[in-house]
């Protein structure tokens, strides 16, 4: 499979979220999925993305 994450916010730290789209071996898409953290920073929504795109995985 394939994952690909993005996280962001207005400013740092601020309000972020994250997305990922996780898709096979043949680029078919499998799912995506999406979270809104609350308060925080950039590289926590990048990390807690990363974390839940591979628990999916």
């Known amino acids: ?3 690909k994450i993005d ?3 207005l400013q740092n ?6 997305v ?6 043949d680029g078919q898409f ?3 999925f999406f979270v809104n953290l609350g308060n925080s ?3 926590h929504a ?9 628990r999916l995985c």
């Open 30 to 32: 499998l799912l995506g």
């Open 7 to 9: 996280g962001s916010t």
């Open 20 to 25: 990922g789209l996780v898709w096979d071996l």
């Open 13 to 18: 730290p601020s309000c972020v979220g994250f």
């Open 46 to 54: 990048k990390i807690i993305a990363l974390i839940n795109g591979l």
């Open 1 to 3: 499979v394939m994952l």
């Open 41 to 43: 920073n950039n590289l």
